[in-house]
């Protein structure tokens, strides 16, 4: 994040909106055999930067899709 200093501002997202959509990307349980329990694995990282893509730009109006905030 230190280079990224402008993705958590303060306003439109902070760093426990940051902690809380990495905890819900690595919730989710997968069975297989490269993939431990509680482990960030790469698609679960994909999806834990989507997601606060989608938190900080869709759903703050910054932009008007799904696919422009991501």
Do not use: H, W
Request: a neutral charge; hydrophobic letters at 45%; proline letters at 4%.
């Amino acid at each position: 994040m230190s280079s990224c200093p402008d993705l958590v501002d303060g306003k439109y997202l902070k760093v426990a909106d940051c902690d809380l959509e990495f905890v819900a990307a690595n919730s989710i349980r997968v069975d297989f055999p490269f993939c431990p329990d509680r482990q960030l694995v790469r698609f679960k990282f994909v999806e834990a930067i989507v997601r606060i893509a989608i938190s900080k730009f869709y759903k703050t109006r910054l932009c008007d899709s799904v696919f422009e905030a991501v």
